[in-house]
């Protein structure tokens, strides 16, 4: 067993149980499967993939769902800052810091990430949004 260790049918295995723990709304055991997916604080050198980005930006949903915003602040940063090769996650995790910010009540930092996603990722998805809660927020 020693020898598969490291599959990517593992890693595939535990996302999908995460996911499922996560629709579940047992955010707890969520963040405890998808942190398995991070690298461990004495591995050096691990190459970031795309389990590593879902990974942390799922737990930002998690903590987020919990109302922990700092810790979902802390994780959307995370993919924001070192995912330089996944776009989309980037624009979505910016897009999450607006909606932190304005489940934080603060409003006027909310509306500049949500035009952040716009400048930054204009043809990402999440631009639509941004665009979307833009128009929401200046009508209401």
Known sequence: MQQYRQS???RNARYGLAQAL?????????I???????????????????WMVQARYQMGECY????????????FV?????????PDWQAKSVFEIGRVLLAQKKREDAVER?????TRFGKQKAAIAARQILEQLRSG
């Not at 398995?36 to 970031?48: H, I, S, T």
């Not at 995370?78 to 996944?86: E, H, L, P, R, W």
């Not at 949500?114 to 716009?118: G, L, N, P, R």
Request: charged share 35%; no cysteine.
């Open 8 to 10: 990517q049918w593992r």
């Open 32 to 50: 405890g499967e998808y942190s398995q997916l991070l690298p461990k604080a004495d591995q050096k050198n691990v190459r970031l993939d795309k």
């Open 22 to 30: 996560e629709k579940q709304m047992r955010y707890p055991q969520a």
């Open 114 to 118: 949500f035009k952040e996603v716009i």
């Open 78 to 86: 995370s993919v924001d800052t070192n995912a330089q090769g996944y």
């Open 64 to 75: 987020f769902n919990l109302r922990k915003y700092d810790k979902a602040m802390a994780e």
